[in-house]
């Protein structure tokens, strides 16, 4: 239904991604926000940008219902100037946030964000290279009991418990 609305409401489309690669995409900075559909699971994923002094900071954020846990996710969102230049390159890799969106839109600038400065923006598009992991919930290793430990004798000149 959240993907009907922002086609419907907002006339956008969805990017469907696959977890664990990395996509390089193309967004438009006259759109303040852009969506992300994990391909696995369709969790709907918000890219947020917004001016921030002569920078532009990028967010992600899951979009998630009221009641809904928040999901795990891990991201890495990196801009690299046209060429391959490593000196013109910024990087961000942080969990990614929850919100159920009740108060609209994060504002820009705020929890973890990139920074990306002026210079590596390719006129008014953003190339943003954008990795989403899905993190599972660990397993709680199967506990075995306590073997009885049965009196020894210590052999050489010294031992350590």
């Not at 920074?115 to 660990?138: F, K, N, Y």
Request: hydrophobic letters at 45%; glycine letters at 8%; aromatic letters at 6%.
């Amino acid at each position: 239904m959240l993907l009907d609305h922002i086609a419907a409401a907002h006339s956008r489309l969805a990017v469907t991604v696959r977890y664990g690669r990395s996509w390089n995409l193309t967004f438009p900075l006259s759109q303040s926000w852009h969506v992300l559909v994990g391909e696995e699971d369709k969790s709907v994923f918000l890219v947020s940008l917004g001016a921030l002094g002569a920078a532009i900071a990028v967010s992600l954020v899951c979009v998630r219902a009221d009641a809904a846990p928040p999901p795990q996710f891990w991201c890495k969102l990196s801009v690299e100037l046209p060429g391959g230049d490593k000196d013109k390159l910024v990087l961000m890799t942080s969990t990614v946030g929850s919100s159920a969106l009740r108060g609209g839109v994060p504002a820009s600038g705020q929890g973890m964000f990139l920074a990306v400065p002026q210079e590596l923006i390719s006129g008014d598009t953003l190339p943003l290279s954008i990795r989403i992991d899905h993190l599972r919930p660990a397993t709680a290793p199967k506990s075995t009991p306590p073997r009885a430990r049965t009196p020894g004798r210590m052999h050489g000149s010294s031992a350590f418990a």
